[in-house]
């Protein structure tokens, strides 16, 4: 293989870790054709001593609000190529979200993953806003904001699947090294209580165009 292929897929690869997000995206969705039509995963570009890492995002949910949080998590993880985890400080009710995996996947998952929280709390400060003003009720906000994190999760991860179909070669390349997922098999999760709430139907479909759109916006050329 000429190995100017090589070296261009590791610059399209750092450029995923640009501040621009729509560069980054698109720089990583040709990453990920080349390593598709060349047969490459991310094991080929892994340095000889190099270690899968953990990256601390200090993005929290607690025990009463945001649980959509570690759909979100979960669904990013998958698709990156890392795995997740919560850690819980001693006597405290704040999860917060780490991921692991190799250098550049985990630096690209945490991007993601910090950006889809951003747009969704943004996003929830509107709704937030415009009930309050309707004199609505602690727990038909909370049940309105886990319905929409919800549906923008489910929406992402179904986003995601479709350009898996249209890009089935990427099989090989999307896969969570067997080195990353171990980390996981024997951890037990910090402890939470999911919310008791009723799905709020119309804004669990508004999160969930708007997952799609973060995808189809964000991932694809």
């Not at 919310?195 to 050329?221: C, P, V």
């Amino acid at each position: 293989m000429d190995s100017s292929i090589r070296e261009r897929i590791k610059k399209l690869l750092a450029l995923g870790t640009s501040p621009n997000q729509h560069e980054a995206n698109c720089a990583i969705l040709k990453a990920k054709q080349l390593m598709a039509e060349y047969k490459l995963t991310d094991r080929d570009f892994i340095k000889k001593d190099e270690k899968p890492i953990k990256i601390d995002t200090n993005i929290y949910y607690t025990t009463r609000k945001e649980h959509w949080m570690t759909g979100l998590a979960d669904v990013t993880a998958e698709n990156n190529c890392c795995v997740f985890y919560m850690v819980t400080p001693h006597g405290s009710q704040r999860h917060y979200i780490v991921f692991y995996g190799y250098e550049e996947d985990v630096i690209i998952c945490n991007s993601t993953f910090t950006y889809a929280v951003d747009c969704i709390r943004s996003q929830l400060k509107q709704i937030v806003k415009a009930m309050k003003k309707e004199d609505k009720t602690i727990q038909d906000i909370r049940s309105a904001s886990e319905s929409y994190g919800k549906g923008f999760y489910q929406g992402l991860d179904d986003a995601y699947k479709i350009q898996d179909e249209e890009n089935q070669e990427w099989g090989l390349v999307m896969v969570v090294p067997p080195e990353v997922s171990e980390l996981i098999q024997d951890m037990k999760h910090a402890p939470h209580k999911e919310g008791a709430y009723k799905d709020d139907q119309s804004l669990y479909a508004q999160g969930y165009e708007e997952g799609k759109i973060f995808t189809a916006q964000n991932r694809l050329e």
